[in-house]
């Protein structure tokens, strides 16, 4: 997959551009100068949000009605074109043709993103960790975010339910109905996420042996509210089903459900030992490029295409040989990276440079 031509018009601080890109391209510039969103208005073309958590209201230049981006791409060969137009919510067409949402796009656009963000996702809570997981499970599982998206509506109406039985608006009979569609919905999403994080472990351990130089064994496991072993679909709704029951008391008192995949995490080990407790920064830092290197690889399997790769921002903080093996390892994919030098990044890769100034491309 291949974005050849870009236009952006009235998104953030960018106005009126039309950019050609190569296999490899770097925009750099000075801070606050409009690299970074530059990589998001790309990034929103595979249906995502904002990684940065902006609204899609937040993301059009002030005192404009709207954002338009638009790109020529090749997947599969096949030259397309996808249009994004942004006021309060997005929508997107496809060749011409109006898509459902502009999240359908994700179905035809693919990319991997780093970003400063992402580099403290092992010493942050598991919110983080199971957003890394379910973001990576969107982009190769057709029908995983309306699964989510199923998940989430119960659990908010099951935990206003507990809030009303709680004031004793209601009575706690009633919640079998939302148990059931939890458990349904929960069952699934443990059996994908666990399948997902089973498909990490050959690449993640790979790549982590390349990046720390043989020094350090990387290791991955789901965690939840019981041990979710081999557990076929059904067998782990009716336990889900079984502790949500059971944990109805406890429920009512806190007024929220307290088991469930929306509790999940994902346990990243280095040498046997967490790398949340006890890694360096450093160590922490490495574990979260070997396992967004690892979602590109899986990604790129289960697509039979190469995504893009949009890194924001964290190469700099690389040694020269971390830089190389992860250029290295993405041959072959697209890549996007921003940073204060270019001359630092490429040193003899061949790639083409974007100097950003003010919202402008000034070479």
């Not at 011409?96 to 403290?120: D, Q, R, W, Y």
């Not at 050959?202 to 979710?228: K, M, N, V, W």
Request: proline share 2%; aromatic share 6%.
């Amino acid at each position: 997959m291949k974005i050849e031509r870009m236009g952006i018009d009235a998104y953030r601080n960018l106005e009126n551009l039309v950019l050609d890109f190569d296999d490899v391209n770097v925009i750099y510039g000075e801070n606050a100068q409009g690299k970074t969103n530059l990589i998001e208005a790309v990034y929103l073309f595979t249906g995502a949000k904002s990684f940065r958590g902006a609204r899609d209201s937040e993301l059009v230049q002030f005192g404009k009605e709207q954002a338009q981006l638009q790109i020529h791409f090749v997947s599969g060969d096949r030259p397309q074109t996808a249009m994004l137009q942004i006021k309060k919510r997005r929508s997107a067409t496809l060749n011409g043709i109006a898509k459902t949402s502009a999240a359908a796009l994700g179905e035809e656009i693919k990319a991997v993103v780093f970003s400063p963000a992402h580099l403290t996702m092992i010493k942050d809570g598991p919110a983080e960790r199971r957003k890394f997981l379910d973001l990576a499970l969107c982009q190769i599982r057709t029908g995983y975010k309306k699964l989510l998206s199923d998940y989430n509506r119960s659990l908010a109406q099951r935990n206003m339910l507990l809030r009303d039985i709680a004031a004793g608006k209601m009575s706690a009979d009633t919640l079998f109905i939302w148990d059931g569609n939890l458990a349904r919905a929960g069952a699934k999403i443990i059996y994908q996420r666990r399948a997902y994080v089973a498909a990490l472990e050959e690449p993640l351990s790979r790549i982590h042996t390349g990046l720390s130089g043989g020094r350090e064994q990387i290791g991955a496991r789901l965690q939840g509210a019981f041990d979710y072993g081999d557990l076929a679909v059904e067998e782990l709704e009716r336990r889900l089903l079984s502790l949500l029951e059971s944990a109805r008391s406890e429920d009512i008192y806190h007024r929220a459900t307290t088991v469930g995949p929306h509790r999940d995490d994902l346990d990243i080990t280095l040498n046997g030992i967490s790398a949340r407790k006890y890694g360096s920064q450093g160590q922490q830092r490495s574990c979260v490029l070997s396992l967004k290197l690892a979602e590109a690889e899986i990604l790129q399997q289960k697509t039979n295409e190469a995504p893009i790769a949009l890194l924001d921002d964290v190469m700099s903080e690389l040694d020269e040989g971390r830089q190389d093996y992860i250029l290295n390892h993405m041959k072959g994919m697209q890549l996007f990276i921003t940073c204060c030098d270019a001359g630092t990044i490429l040193r003899g890769t061949r790639g083409k440079t974007f100097h950003i100034e003010n919202g402008k491309v000034v070479n």
